[in-house]
């Protein structure tokens, strides 16, 4: 498949953090297919009928639904013939590099270094896996510290040592990310040191040491974007991140977050989000810390 056919997320995830967990009851599965180069654990209760696309694999999915997406590989659920009103949704993300292969080559880690390499298919997980984790997922949000840090991963080893687990695509993403690639890392690197103010075509080109025409070129191709969307996806993936963590107006986040006017930065983030600023703001009042 074309990669520019899906939406890249960028995820609100920062360099520093090791897990960001989603919690919300919803009524609606509306963010289009998309891909990550974080990891991703979703579990679903009350959404029996909902429609998930996993790489090349479609199916309509049960009332408990537990499911690890490996890094770069398109995913995303739609309602299709769910009639549900009443939808409890937790995801887990978190970086593809978060567990060092020094770390995963530990005996005790081995079920969760080929979890890990089995996760770039999609992994489906039993049903009575998915219930016997059910409290343990429901409940890791209103941990904190030390004690959210380990259950996740207590999670995954029990995870990792389930039985019944379902490879879900029949394909796997072996391309590089961005970050990996040395022009497209001095690039990220300074936006991400720079987003906050005015960053132009020709900053970034002469970063990349390109023309700006070859840099567009060069970033539509490695993102499936053009540099202004580009940006805007930092942008707005901060600003989201900053709705939920900090008690700011939408207007001083907008300005933090390197739009120059409130106008503008709903436009765009709407155009992201599919939802307005303080829509996300209530509809993701429910989700939980970064560690």
């Not at 942008?235 to 939920?244: C, E, F, I, Q, S």
């Not at 006017?261 to 429910?286: C, L």
């Amino acid at each position: 498949m074309n990669n520019q056919k899906f939406h890249r997320e960028i995820t609100p995830l920062s360099k520093g953090d090791s897990f960001l967990v989603f919690d919300r009851i919803k009524d609606n599965f509306d963010f289009p297919i998309h891909y990550h180069p974080e990891y991703e654990i979703n579990f679903i209760l009350n959404a029996k009928g909902v429609k998930r696309i996993v790489g090349d694999h479609i199916e309509e999915i049960e009332d408990v639904e537990l499911v690890l997406v490996g890094p770069n590989l398109y995913h995303g659920w739609e309602m299709h013939n769910c009639k549900s009103k009443n939808i409890h949704e937790i995801t887990i993300q978190f970086h593809n590099d978060l567990f060092s292969e020094s770390l995963l080559s530990k005996r005790i880690m081995m079920p969760i270094k080929d979890m890990f390499n089995r996760a770039n298919h999609g992994i489906l997980f039993s049903k009575k896996t998915g219930e016997e984790l059910a409290n343990r997922l429901v409940h890791i949000s209103k941990l904190d510290g030390m004690d959210y840090f380990l259950e996740i991963i207590s999670v995954l080893h029990d995870m990792a040592n389930s039985r019944n687990q379902k490879l879900l695509s029949t394909y796997t993403v072996n391309y590089d990310t961005f970050e990996d690639d040395d022009k497209m890392k001095l690039v990220y690197d300074y936006i991400q040191k720079n987003f906050s103010g005015k960053i132009t075509l020709d900053d970034v080109s002469d970063i990349a040491s390109m023309s700006p025409v070859s840099f567009n070129r060069f970033i539509k191709k490695r993102t499936g974007k053009t540099f202004v969307n580009y940006l805007n996806d930092i942008r707005v993936g901060y600003a989201a991140r900053w709705l939920v963590e900090k008690d700011l107006s939408v207007s001083e986040i907008a300005f933090k977050s390197g739009f120059n006017n409130i106008a503008n930065f709903n436009r765009i983030f709407k155009s992201v989000k599919n939802t307005t600023p303080s829509q996300y703001r209530d509809e993701f009042y429910g989700m939980k810390r970064f560690l």
